[in-house]
């Protein structure tokens, strides 16, 4: 295991058949020459799972992954070593719904803002007159586990709510409207993506992305930061075609060790007081977390007994 799991998930592992190797500080560096030998690996997000890493681990069978995006995988070299993948679809979904309409509520009523003029005792009422959600038109790109779980949060808000999902037809609930991505730009004034990232929606939300909608929207991106880059979005604010954002992730979370480009970026949106950060916690409760965990050791513990049973002959 080479990223930090609890205890509790730890000692469900302590039982015959599994040597437990527990690295939750260790980097790519350290976790390569270490895999000769590693049949089971169960990690988040630290590094890459490419050709240079599964080269490595030559024994490796099952990969666990604990949490949803898989971009850091190289699926076909995973599927072509035969490696079994299980990560937890749907686990965080509760969470990152929730967390959607909480920084849409923030925007929309200026809440940050207001919060740390306030707390700089500027009383200001006028300046912060927010705007009703259930007014608003809410489009939702990506109707999977996430989509669909901001779109229930969502109920009870009055809200219209229109639905993109270009793998899927026939998912709308009651209340949710399944639309075009034509009828997304045509009608919404609140965006928010719900996709995995991949080389098809790698950069898709860019300026010209924006501009296609027939009125200025407030864009919420608790997905993957590569899919909007920070260049269009900081581009479409200052053309007021974004109102105002909502992010939970960035091209580079790593912010120390940004490039001097990406810096300039951040300090451009953080002098704005029309966007609301949050650190990648979108799916990062205490319940998320246990719903991975024990997710995950479900699935090893059944991969091992799968892997001890005898193979049944036919005569
Ligand atoms: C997920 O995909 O599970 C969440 O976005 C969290 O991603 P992370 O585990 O890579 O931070």
Redo the contacts with the bound molecule.
Sequence with gaps: MVDRFPIAMREQLLVPGIDLRYEPDWLRADILPALAEVEVLVM??KTYVDRELLDAAPKLKFLG????????FDLPCLAERGVQVV??PG??AKS?GEQAVGMLICMLHHILKADSEVRNFQWLREENRGTELGDRTVGIIGFGNTGSSFARCLSGFGCRILAYDKYKSGYAPKGVEETSLGDIFENCDVLSIHI?LTEETNEWIDESFFNRFQQPIWFLN???GPIAPLAGLIKSLDKGQVVAAGL??LEN?ELGKLSQGERRQLENLFRRNNIVFTP?I???THESQNR?YNWLVREILAYLKNRYQPSISTP
């Design positions: 988040n997000s992954r604990a949490g949803v995006g898989m971009d850091h990560n937890t686990a965080n990152v995995p608790l997905a993957r939970d992730v979370e990648h979108g799916g990062w991975i």
